[in-house]
């Protein structure tokens, strides 16, 4: 069982240059979210999604896009990657109310140059 | 503005010690407070998680004591392990937000053998 997916691993950008990140998860979760971890900052919340084509601003959203086209996948988009936006981008999903477990994939640490 | 504030930043103690991690916060609308347990690399996993009409809640060495009156939760790991070692955020949520988790900061433990 993969579990949560995340691909690329790594990613370096210039800056105004695009991104796909691309999450894909095989337990047939309803909920799946974005989040950036920051350094002493926790994660925080940039987008989510409570089902297949929806999706909803989170704390940062800023800057990001996203679309949920098939429930397994949740893709975040930059369209024009700043310097700001470096980070480690992790996917989680789960279950949805009443089953609030998060499986967090291993994440994309971008860097935008 | 954080709503869950984390503390310590980092800890360190000997094997076998108890690390005491607090955590506040101040959405009275909270009602799902978990722990994830994050090690270099990876991507965050829940540890444990309690809800608000109890005040403790054990599994194995690890316990969560909840105080809904100050509005405060913390972990504590008995007979700690080198293999503890790890980043450790505590967060929130409630019901009808998605299950959005509010983060703290993040605990950077360190189990000295």
């Known amino acids: 069982n993969a579990g949560v997916t995340q691909t690329p691993k790594f990613r370096v950008l210039k800056t105004g240059q695009s991104m796909t990140l691309l999450c894909a998860q095989d337990m047939n979760h309803e909920y799946m979210y974005w989040y950036r971890q920051d350094p002493g900052m926790g994660l925080r919340l940039i987008h989510y999604?409570?089902?297949?084509?929806?999706?909803a601003k989170g704390e940062v959203p800023d800057g990001y896009n996203v679309s949920r086209l098939k429930k397994q996948n949740f893709l975040l988009g930059l369209e024009s990657a700043a310097p700001s936006q470096t980070s480690v981008y992790f996917c989680a999903s789960s279950y949805g109310e009443g089953n609030e477990k998060l499986f967090f994939g291993s994440g994309t640490q971008l860097s935008v140059l | 503005q954080q709503q869950v504030k984390q503390s310590p930043q980092s800890l360190i103690v000997q094997k076998g010690g108890i690390p005491i991690i607090n955590c506040a916060y101040e959405n009275t609308a909270f009602d799902y407070f978990p722990w994830y347990q994050q090690f270099p690399g990876k991507g965050p996993a829940l540890l444990i998680a309690?809800?608000?009409?109890?005040s403790e809640k054990k599994e194995g060495r690890f316990t969560i004591s909840f105080n809904k009156s100050a509005k405060q939760f913390s972990l504590h790991i008995m007979d700690s392990q080198p293999g503890d070692s790890a980043t450790y955020f505590c967060a929130a949520s409630f019901s009808g937000s998605a299950r959005q988790l509010t983060f703290g900061s993040g605990t950077q433990l360190t189990v000295l053998p």
């Open positions: 999604s409570v089902g297949e084509g929806t999706t």
């Open positions: 309690i809800r608000p009409d109890v």
